[in-house]
């Protein structure tokens, strides 16, 4: 399984950007979005449920960002509206490995499959 992450950029507060992530194959209970800004721990953003498309958010991403899913495209999306400069960090979009109890899961390290991760750069 191979996730390509994209559309990354350099936006000015208060901007958007769509990110997505497509799979070469999908069987994951779950696709996940997390970030990592420099000297800090990679965290959790959202993630969506990928049967029913069931979403969960971070705190600090809830009502500005939006996670979506494509089944067909095996396309993972997310919407990043009203950009703030502590958003600024590379994005990383996962895949659980599929196995075990279907439930969301908001560890990176319940995740098996990561993309190669997109800079989101949020100037003030």
């Known amino acids: 399984v191979q996730l390509q992450a994209s559309g990354g950029g350099l936006v000015q507060a208060g901007g958007s950007l769509r990110l997505s992530c497509t799979a070469s194959?999908?069987?994951?209970?779950?696709m996940g979005w997390f970030r990592q800004a420099p000297g800090k721990e990679r965290e959790f953003v959202a993630l969506?449920?990928?049967?029913?498309?069931?979403?969960y958010y971070a705190d600090s991403v809830k009502g500005r960002f939006t996670i979506s899913r494509d089944m067909a495209k095996k396309t993972g999306y997310l919407q990043m509206n009203s950009l703030k400069p502590e958003d600024t960090a590379v994005y990383y979009c996962?895949?659980?490995?599929?196995?075990?109890?279907?439930?969301?899961?908001?560890?990176?390290?319940?995740?098996?499959?990561w993309g190669q991760g997109t800079q989101v750069t949020v100037s003030s």
């Open positions: 996962a895949g659980d490995s599929g196995m075990g109890a279907g439930g969301p899961r908001f560890k990176s390290y319940e995740y098996h499959y």
């Open positions: 194959a999908f069987s994951s209970w779950s």
């Open positions: 969506i449920m990928w049967n029913d498309g069931r979403p």
